[in-house]
Each structure stands twice: as structure tokens, then as C-alpha cells.
């Protein structure tokens, strides 16, 4: 019998700038990364809302990385640096709600960090074949499609 | 603005205990600028109830819901399809918001999920100061703008306790080290203005019926209330006459 190997489902938030530049540098390198990571593009990882890495994981993901510039080179400032407060905020939430704060890590590179990237995308992937799949994938819950559904009945009611 | 922070997801967990279908209301006004229960905060406690509750092998049916105020019933009422449908509803309202919901929809089981804390300002991002006490009686002209009731924890009004503490050159008050004493304040302000001697005038103790201390209070502007009318049935309504059947 064939033992399946679990392969984990990785969204990565990568800053323009730097993290997905780096992404296709590694790609132009022919440096091979995991194909378990996904990316989303964000203008600055200053955009991070951890109610989007709180989504991500409800929608099934097993984890998440956050990519941005080097400390003391976001193209914005300091964008990256709110990023990496929010990341810790989200480790919290994910402690109150019962998952493992590791499926959420931030990480920073440059642009010309190709190899960097793919090596920060196999770190998570290990790190996340080693804790699992997320334990909101077995069963007794709702569907990804239902879960759009109720992300759908978020709103804004009475607005002057 | 009135300051609130979000209870422990736990507490809101047992809370919600024996109800499956759960709304969170977040509110948009005062809480939405403390980040406490605004439109976001409603979205990021509703998915992390649903993952919580499912990991817990209770899942629960939680979406969110934001108006613009809670504590005015036109706000509520735009709700009211949504109450309806739940089996508890969770305010992200100040205590006032959670009363209003509670008061408006009397067969709602309507819970709270912010500790409200009290009447301040963002001193900086992320930091948030207690500044007015609502006492009714306001002195902060006698007391050149700093007030002694919020921010003096003995809410002397005859300058400073003996307690101050002088720490890095600064008058910190002696139950926190991080705190201002409110009377080494004021007396800065009143030498800055050179008026100095304004503070050697005694107060008197303060009546405290206009505080809390006189029970629940209200305000009443007869030039504002509109008519009340007796409809057939019997209720009292206010409105305009002339749209009345």
C-alpha cells in the first residue's frame, strides 16, 4: 500500500517590491520551490489585514507566509514593519482559537533574494508537513463553499 | 470617543454556549476608531468564532453585521430581518450598544463582547488615555483644562496628594509610575499661564448628585420632543401630526 504524503496548502502574501520579485527571480534561475505555496500579490505587505491570513486559513490553508522587504527597505517605509506586528497579532488570535500560532510566519528578502524565497517557501512547507494538516480541513465543519457564503453576509448596515 | 477592548475569545466562547446561529454586531462609531468593534474587528471575531467553534466540534453559524450606531434605534431597526434569524446576538457595541440591541429587541438573547472602559482620546496608535469621567459638573475652567476627576485616581480638587512621585524629572502619580500626576499638571499650566495664584482659592467638595452617585441620569430638551399622540390602540407615539392616519 501506498503511504499518501500530505501536501500542504501554503497562501503566501508577497509584497510587489521585493517577495515576488523574488519569487519569479527564483523562477528565472530555474530554482525549484515547492508548488504547495501560492501567491498573492499585495502593493506592500503594509496592506496585510489579518482578517485576510484569518480567511485564508478558514478557506483551508494550512498556513501562511507573509514576504516582505528587508528591515529598512520597504518601498513604502515601514510598511513591512506594520506587517510584522500584525503577523504577531494574528499568532494570538490563532492561539485563542486553538491552532498552531507556526502556520502564520513572516519572513523579509530583497528582490535580487531568489534563492532565498524558494528557500523560505520549502522552510514553511516543511514546517507545516511536520505540524499537520490544519484541523479545520477534517470534516465536522462548513465548506469552503459556505464559508463564502457567510463572508458574503459580512456588511455594512444603516450607513448615513 | 468611549474606549472598549474585546473580551477573551474564551469568555465570548462560553458565552454563546447552546446557540448555534450567532450574529456579531459590530458598531461605527466610537468603537470603530478604538478598533475595538468596528466593521473589522465584527469580520475577524466572526471567523474566529466559526474556526474556534468547529475545532471545539461545535460549529457555529456566525456571520457579522455592522451599523452605523448602536445606541439610535433607526440604526437597529435596519437590522431587525437579521435579530430575527439568530439564536443569540453578540454587540460589539459599547455597554450602551448591547442595551439598546437588548432594550429594542426584546425576545433577543443579546450578549456583549467588549468590556467598555471608559471616555478617553488616542494619545498615539494603539494608545488610548482616560480623560472625562462624565461627573456633570465640569471644572476644567477652574482647573485650566487638565481634569482632577478622570485623571487624578483620589479626584482631589484641592491639588496634589502626597503621593507624587518624581520619576525621570517627571510628577507621576503614585499608583503607576507611567501616569501623570493630574495636579503637578494642572499647576504647570497655571504658571505657564502665570496665574499661579487662581489655585490658592479653596474648593469646596464637590456635589457628586450630578455624578452617579444621584442614580441614573437623563436629559430632557423640551424644545427638541416632538408631540406624543394616542394612536387607536392605545399606544403613545410621537411624530408628526399630519402623518398620523
Not at chain 1, 510598511?79 to 519572513?107: C, D, S, T
Not at chain 2, 435596519?78 to 443569540?88: F, H
Not at chain 2, 475652567?141 to 518624581?166: H, S
Amino acid at each position: 500500500m501506498v503511504e499518501e504524503v500530505f501536501e500542504p496548502e501554503i497562501v503566501a502574501f508577497c509584497c510587489h517590491y521585493c517577495a515576488y520579485g523574488a519569487a519569479d527571480l527564483a523562477g528565472n534561475l530555474r530554482i525549484q520551490y515547492p508548488a504547495n505555496v501560492k501567491i498573492v500579490r499585495l502593493p506592500c505587505t503594509g496592506k496585510l489585514d489579518v482578517l485576510l491570513v484569518l480567511e485564508a486559513l478558514e478557506a483551508g490553508a494550512d498556513g501562511v507566509m507573509v514576504a516582505g522587504c528587508l528591515e529598512g527597505d520597504c518601498h513604502f517605509r515601514e510598511g513591512n514593519l506594520n506587517a510584522k506586528r500584525r503577523v504577531a497579532y494574528a499568532r494570538h488570535l490563532l492561539q485563542q482559537i486553538g491552532l498552531e500560532a507556526e502556520r502564520v510566519e513572516m519572513f523579509t528578502l530583497s528582490s535580487a533574494m531568489g534563492r532565498q524565497f524558494a528557500e523560505a517557501a520549502t522552510e514553511m512547507t516543511e514546517r507545516i508537513r511536520t505540524l499537520g494538516p490544519s484541523p479545520l480541513k477534517s470534516g465536522n465543519g462548513f465548506s469552503r463553499e459556505e464559508v463564502k457564503d457567510d463572508r458574503r453576509r459580512t456588511e455594512t448596515a444603516g450607513r448615513d | 470617543m468611549i474606549v472598549a477592548e474585546q473580551k477573551p475569545l474564551e469568555e465570548i466562547k462560553a458565552m454563546l454556549n447552546g446557540a448555534h446561529k450567532v450574529l456579531v454586531v459590530g458598531c461605527g462609531t466610537c468603537v470603530t476608531v478604538c478598533f475595538a468593534g468596528g466593521a473589522r474587528e465584527a469580520a475577524i471575531l466572526a471567523a474566529s468564532l466559526r474556526m474556534a467553534t468547529r475545532l471545539d466540534g461545535d460549529p457555529k453559524e456566525v456571520s457579522d453585521v455592522t451599523v452605523q450606531r448602536q445606541c439610535e434605534w433607526e440604526y437597529l431597526d435596519a437590522i431587525r430581518d437579521r435579530i430575527g434569524e439568530v439564536d443569540a446576538v453578540l454587540s460589539l457595541g459599547c455597554g450602551v450598544g448591547v442595551q439598546a440591541l437588548a432594550e429594542r429587541f426584546p425576545e433577543a438573547r443579546v450578549l456583549p463582547g467588549l468590556n467598555t472602559l471608559f471616555m478617553g482620546l488616542p494619545l498615539e496608535p494603539g494608545v488610548w488615555a482616560e480623560r472625562c469621567a462624565g461627573c456633570g459638573d465640569c471644572i476644567l475652567d477652574e482647573t485650566f483644562g487638565i481634569c482632577p476627576i478622570a485623571r487624578c485616581a483620589k479626584q482631589l480638587l484641592n491639588g496634589p496628594c502626597g503621593g507624587v512621585q518624581i520619576v525621570d524629572g517627571r510628577a507621576r502619580c503614585e499608583l503607576s509610575q507611567e501616569t501623570d500626576c493630574a495636579w503637578a499638571l494642572i499647576v504647570e499650566r497655571a504658571m505657564r499661564a502665570g496665574q499661579l495664584e487662581k489655585l490658592l482659592q479653596i474648593r469646596a467638595p464637590k456635589n457628586w448628585a450630578t455624578a452617579r452617585d444621584g442614580g441614573q441620569r437623563k436629559v430632557v430638551r423640551e424644545d427638541l420632543r416632538l408631540p406624543v399622540h394616542r394612536t387607536d390602540d392605545g399606544r403613545e407615539t410621537t411624530g408628526d401630526v399630519s402623518a398620523l392616519p
